[in-house]
């Protein structure tokens, strides 16, 4: 099963900006809805932004004006813009593979200090 592989998290200064990164194998991950999620301790997992296979992008309001999802199909990635990072965007940060892959990766922590 082909798991997605997320980079780019680390620890950065609330204002300050992140790009992480969601990569998988093989020429199908283009037809994959993709979406980014993030878990805080003691928290559920929730949807931060998700992308379809056309480019149809979708936001928490949490988020919206200051992270942008994007992907590149010539390099099988999805990527995460955050900017302007608040102390409460602290989590780890997971990137969920739609059909056909349908896994998780396995996750990467952002923490951002006030």
């Known amino acids: 099963q082909v798991q997605p592989v997320e980079s780019g998290g680390g620890l950065v200064q609330a204002g300050g900006s992140l790009r992480l990164s969601c990569a998988a194998s093989?020429?199908?991950?283009?037809?994959?809805?993709v979406g980014w999620y993030r878990q805080a301790p003691g928290k559920q997992r929730g949807l931060v932004a998700s992308?379809?296979?056309?480019?149809?992008?979708n936001y928490a309001d949490s988020v919206k004006g200051r992270f942008t999802i994007s992907r590149d199909n010539t390099k099988n990635t999805v990527s995460l813009q955050m900017t302007s990072l608040k102390p409460e965007d602290t989590a780890v940060y997971y990137c969920?593979?739609?059909?056909?892959?349908?896994?998780w990766g396995q996750g990467t922590q952002v923490t951002v200090s006030s």
């Open positions: 992308i379809s296979s056309s480019g149809v992008t």
């Open positions: 093989g020429s199908n991950f283009r037809a994959a809805a």
């Open positions: 969920y593979a739609g059909y056909p892959y349908n896994t």
